[in-house]
C-alpha cells in the first residue's frame, strides 16, 4: 500500500482536494492521508466547504491560522515536518499556488519525498503576487507535475523540467463543478445584507441574468486605500444600471472597516455586499448571473466552464486559457465600466471549454499516480 499525503490550506484548494479524496476512498493501492494546514480556519472559508463538498476531517489539522507570509509559512514547515516524520509517506501531493502549497513543498521536497503539484506550470509572471512566487518555488523542487492546460506545460518546459514529469490531466475544480452544479440549483438565493437591515432574494427582488457577481480580495486591488476607493466608485456606478451582489472576503472587508468606505459603500443601494459563501450557493449565484467581476484565480475557469463573461480586475494572469478559450477577459479599472456596458448591450464574451475540463480529471490523476509513486 502507497501512502500519499494530500495537503490542503486554503478555501480555493478544498475544490481540488474533494474529487481526489473521493477518486482515493477504499483505493486497493493508495492509502490517502490529508493534512490541512489551517491556513484558512473559518467555518465560512474552510469548515463549510468540507461540509458540503463531502471531504472527509483532515486526518491532520496544523492550525496555523492567519499571520504575516514568514510566520505563516514556518508554521507551516515547521507541523508538516512533523507529521511527515511521523507517518513517512511515500509520496506528498500538494494544490494550487498558496503558501501551504510552497511550505509543504519545501519539507517534503528536502527530506527527500517524492512531491506531486497539482496546478503546476502556470505563470503570472509578475512576483508582485505571493501566488507567483509559491508557483515558481513549487515548481523548481517538486518531482512530478500536473497540468491544467497547455500552456502550462509549454512553461515547465521552458523551465527545463523534463516531459515526461509533466502530465496534462484537466482541472480538478471543473471536477467539483460539474459533480455540485446540480446539488446547488436547490440552494437558496436568499441572502442577509452585510450592515444593512433587509435582505434579497434572486428571483424576486431581481432574476436570472439581471444581476453581476463580485469577488475581489487580491493585495494589489484591496490593500491600499486609493486604490479601493477608486474601486467602490466604479462598484458604485454600475450598480445603478445593474445590481452587484458581492460575497465579501475576510481581508476586503478589514479594510473596507480600516479606511473608513462603508459609508461610500451604503450609499448605492443596489451594491449588496453579503456574507462570504459556501460553496453551493456560490456556484448557484454565479450560474444564474449575467456576469462575474473578479479578480480571483478560481472563478476565471469556473466561469469559462459555465460560458458566463468574466471581467478580471488583474494586470495580469496565471490562466491564460480562459482567455484564449474561455469567457474571460483581463482588465484595468478604467475598463470595467465599458466592459460591463458592452456586456449589458449583449455582447458579453462566451466562449469555448478548454480540453479535459470535463469532471474526469481526478480519475486520470489516480491513473497516473499508480503508475508514478
Ligand atoms: C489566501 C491565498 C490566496 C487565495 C486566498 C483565497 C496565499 C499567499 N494567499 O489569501 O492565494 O486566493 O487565500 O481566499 O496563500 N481570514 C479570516 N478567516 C480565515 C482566513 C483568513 O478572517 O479563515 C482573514 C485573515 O485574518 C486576514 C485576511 O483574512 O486578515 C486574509 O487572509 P490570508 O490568509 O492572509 O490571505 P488571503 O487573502 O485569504
Not at 103 to 112: D, E, F, I, Q
Not at 270 to 275: A, G
Not at 323 to 333: A, F, M
Request: glycine share 6%; hydrophobic share 40%.
Amino acid at each position: 500500500m502507497t501512502k500519499l499525503i494530500l495537503v490542503a490550506g486554503a478555501r480555493p484548494n478544498f475544490m481540488k482536494i474533494a474529487p481526489l479524496m473521493h477518486a482515493l476512498k477504499d483505493h486497493p493501492n493508495i492509502r490517502p492521508v490529508l493534512v490541512h494546514t489551517g491556513q484558512h480556519y473559518d467555518v465560512k472559508m474552510s469548515g463549510q466547504f468540507f461540509d458540503e463538498l463531502n471531504i472527509p476531517a483532515p486526518d491532520i489539522n496544523l492550525e496555523v491560522g492567519s499571520a504575516s507570509h514568514a510566520v505563516q509559512t514556518a508554521r507551516i514547515m515547521e507541523g508538516f515536518e512533523k507529521v511527515c516524520l511521523d507517518e513517512k509517506p511515500d509520496a506528498v501531493l500538494v494544490v494550487g499556488d498558496v503558501n501551504s502549497t510552497a511550505a509543504c513543498t519545501l519539507v517534503a521536497s528536502k527530506m527527500g519525498i517524492k512531491t506531486i503539484h497539482y496546478e503546476a506550470g502556470l505563470r503570472s509572471h509578475d512576483r508582485n503576487m505571493p501566488e507567483e512566487i509559491n508557483r515558481l518555488v513549487t515548481d523548481a523542487i517538486s518531482d512530478v507535475f500536473i497540468t491544467t492546460s497547455a500552456d502550462a506545460d509549454e512553461n515547465l518546459l521552458k523551465e527545463n523540467i523534463p516531459a515526461e514529469k509533466i502530465h496534462m490531466l484537466g482541472n480538478l475544480m471543473i471536477d467539483s463543478l460539474v459533480e455540485q452544479l446540480p446539488k446547488a440549483g436547490n440552494t437558496d438565493l436568499k441572502f442577509d445584507l452585510l450592515n444593512r437591515q433587509a435582505g434579497i432574494e434572486i428571483g424576486n427582488d431581481f432574476r436570472e441574468k439581471e444581476y453581476g457577481v463580485m469577488t475581489f480580495h487580491r493585495p494589489g486591488n484591496v490593500d491600499d486605500r486609493e486604490n479601493l476607493a477608486g474601486l467602490v466608485k466604479i462598484w458604485g456606478k454600475i450598480s445603478e444600471r445593474v445590481p452587484l451582489v458581492f460575497p465579501v472576503h475576510p481581508r476586503t472587508y478589514k479594510n473596507i472597516q480600516r479606511f473608513d468606505l462603508q459609508k461610500a459603500i451604503d450609499a448605492f443601494p443596489h451594491l449588496y455586499f453579503i456574507e462570504p459563501l459556501g460553496y453551493l450557493q456560490f456556484i448557484h449565484l454565479v450560474s444564474r448571473s449575467l456576469f462575474t467581476l473578479t479578480d480571483s484565480g478560481g472563478i476565471q475557469e469556473e466561469t469559462t466552464y459555465l460560458g458566463i463573461p468574466c471581467l478580471t480586475v488583474r494586470p495580469t494572469t496565471e490562466r491564460p486559457v480562459t482567455i484564449w478559450e474561455g469567457s474571460n477577459s483581463l482588465i484595468n479599472v478604467q475598463e470595467i465600466e465599458p466592459e460591463v456596458n458592452r456586456i449589458l448591450s449583449g455582447k458579453g464574451k462566451k466562449g469555448n471549454v478548454p480540453k479535459y475540463w470535463d469532471g474526469k480529471t481526478a480519475e486520470r490523476i489516480v491513473q497516473m499516480l499508480m503508475k508514478e509513486i
